[in-house]
């Protein structure tokens, strides 16, 4: 599977590219972004090669690495990222916004938009692990149409998406 553009109502959705890094790294140089997930802001080099490894893939038959970098219509400024590590019929979900341009409701628009495309390519489970202090996401886990469980993995809470939630 490969990660193809979508769009939402306000936002590009746009896959990764090692080239997003330079913009990138001001949107993710917030300290306080990393409350809830620990880690500090990446350094340019980091970022890079991270996105190096994640354009390359896992290189393991059967998972794709999915990663979108998530761009405003509004102000063509990138905001931050979403991705999805699809095995079989399923993926386990992620979101990350800048702090600038959290409270826009961007996170749930992206997750949702998210959510959608992968639904269209045949992913039947959707999986976002959220740290069970982090109401924010938590909000978004649930618009995005993921039930929270009583299920924990290191630390964080699982919100899971079946394909019979997603059909009723």
Excluded: C
Excluded at 2 to 20: D, M, N, S
Excluded at 78 to 101: K, S
Excluded at 129 to 143: G, L, T, W
């Amino acid at each position: 599977m490969i990660a193809t553009r979508f769009e939402t109502e306000r936002l590009l959705l746009l896959p990764l590219r090692v080239e997003y890094a330079a913009e990138m790294v001001a949107v993710l140089g917030d300290p306080g972004l990393y409350t809830f997930t620990g880690g500090e802001p990446p350094t340019l080099e980091a970022l890079t090669a991270r996105y190096e490894r994640q354009v390359a893939g896992p290189g393991r038959p059967g998972e794709s690495w999915l990663n979108w970098v998530i761009r405003s219509r509004a102000d063509g400024t990138l905001a931050g990222y979403v991705q999805a590590t699809v095995t079989g019929d399923g993926a386990e979900i992620a979101w990350v916004l800048g702090t600038r341009t959290q409270g826009r409701g961007y996170a749930r628009e992206a997750a949702v938009g998210l959510v959608g495309w992968l639904r269209e390519h045949q992913v039947e489970r959707v999986v976002a692990h959220v740290h069970p202090e982090h109401a924010k996401s938590a909000a978004v886990a649930a618009a995005a149409g993921l039930s929270r469980t009583t299920q924990v993995d290191d630390g964080e809470e699982l919100w899971v998406l079946e394909a019979e939630q997603a059909r009723s």
